[in-house]
């Protein structure tokens, strides 16, 4: 099972476990490690303190490779960017911005980067500042998005860019894990598929609105502010889609409904929460352990062939060929 991403990152299987603001955690990074991915501690909204104890946590379950994520949109971005050196984490992921400001602390750090880009554009400007690998997520993600899909950007990254790609976006099986290599990409990043696991620490309540979803209780939210949110829908996501249609007017009060509103839904509150996941949130129908999901992941794609090693060479070959005609 060996790719560039499990040789870059210390792994076993090439999953990353996405990072996902106030619900990674240790106990869900350290599991999906223990298990042979790759862990995220979610950085987004977080304090010092809480990093610190998180990272403490980890390492006392797992010896395994882990990951934060640092969003670069933080007010205290520079500070957590500060504290992954001291702290000596081994992987950083970052989202919402350029992260060469922090590239000579992490590389001087032996830190590994790794940001998440939703255009083609963004993931040569990535390779150019000398990140190690992208993560190409398509806007069937949960969460904040882009507006390319992941069918249309996986191998649009893998074509521009010669460091390894991790498509994000629309994946939760081996049917999955096998279109994203086929689209290129040599490690898959998933965050709802891990959001009903046994080590996940969201309430209930959140786990039980995800395994009842269909592929139609996905909407976005916040596209005409310019910040669109993929969740599911409930009365939070109407109500904000409503007074969407007038921005101007409403400004004040869909601010006002969106403070704190994926605090509410990490507690239990599926009313008046931000319940964020993905359109992949109507294939994720079991309860398991962290490690009981990768283990089936993999079986299900080695079954399909997606971890086919000589095809994924040649993808990277041809990618390759094609990026040194562009630029001769």
Known sequence: MKTRITELLGIEAPIIQGAMARIADA????AVSEGGGLGIIAGGGASMEWMREQVALVREKTDKPFGVNIMLMDPQAADLAKLVCELEVPVVTTGAGSPVEYLPMWKEAGIKVIPVVATTA???RMERVGVDAVVAEGTESGGHVGELTTMALVPSVRAAVSIPVIAAGGIADGRGICAAFALGAEGVQMGTRFLTVEECTIAEEYKQFVLKAKDSDTMVIGRGSGHPVRCLKNRFSRQVRKLEADLEGNGAEIEAMHLGALRRAVAGDVD??????????????????????????VAEAEALGALN???????NAESGRMIAAEEA
């Not at 106990?27 to 350290?30: K, V």
């Not at 008046?272 to 992941?297: F, Y």
Request: hydrophobic share 60%.
């Open 27 to 30: 106990s869900l990074a350290a």
């Open 122 to 124: 963004q993931a040569k």
């Open 272 to 297: 008046n929460g931000n319940i964020m996941a993905g359109q992949v949130a109507a294939l994720v129908s079991e309860r398991k352990s962290a490690a009981e999901v990768i283990a089936e992941l």
């Open 309 to 315: 090693l000589d095809a994924v060479a040649a993808l």
